[in-house]
């Protein structure tokens, strides 16, 4: 069986679970963040470790990369892996692709000098893909997998996000 095969088989077999027993595709994802010295991140999430933190010219140890970084990881990868499965399960073959994902910024918001979100302005993301498909066959696949992308959907649609506090008392 190829990889493109065994994606699709994946594929198929989960989304009839979820269709039989939607609850099984239900849950929460947790991720915890763990402050060590200065801005250093440490991020746990199942048997996954990874670090954060900021250059040394924003004060920080360049420990690992900073979260934007993690974002727009988050954001190609997703992109990258949506493009794969949708392509094995509509059977556009892809000989190569490349996801390459630019944002733009203005840390005068992050700062609090200006009246300007901290976060980016605007996000663009470049798709590379060698395919003997036709183009209406790619772009159909592209638009499709970008209709059912979850990290295309985080970015784009506002989520409501809320905050919970937890303080502990300490001596001084």
């Given at each position: 069986m190829t990889t493109t095969e065994k994606i699709k088989t994946a594929f198929e077999r989960n989304a009839k679970a979820v269709e039989l027993r939607p609850g099984v595709g239900q849950g929460t994802a947790v991720t915890k963040v763990k402050l060590g010295e200065g801005f250093t991140c440490e991020i746990?999430?199942?048997?996954?470790?990874?670090?954060?933190d900021l250059g040394e010219k924003h004060g920080g140890r360049n420990a690992g990369p900073n979260p934007g970084v993690y974002g727009r990881a988050a954001l190609g990868s997703c992109l990258a892996i949506s493009y794969v499965m949708w392509a094995a399960k509509l059977g556009v073959p892809i000989s190569g692709?490349?996801?390459?994902?630019?944002?733009?910024?203005?840390?005068?918001?992050?700062?609090?000098?200006?009246?300007?979100?901290?976060?980016?302005?605007?996000?663009?993301?470049l798709v590379h893909i060698q395919s003997p498909a036709s183009e209406a066959e790619i772009l159909k696949l592209l638009d499709w997998a970008d209709a059912h992308t979850p990290y295309l959907d985080v970015f784009r649609r506002p989520i409501r996000v809320r905050r919970e506090v937890e303080i502990q008392a300490t001596e001084k």
């Open positions: 746990t999430d199942g048997p996954w470790r990874l670090i954060a692709l490349e996801i390459e994902v630019q944002a733009d910024y203005d840390v005068r918001g992050e700062y609090g000098l200006a009246d300007l979100p901290a976060g980016y302005q605007e996000v663009r993301y």
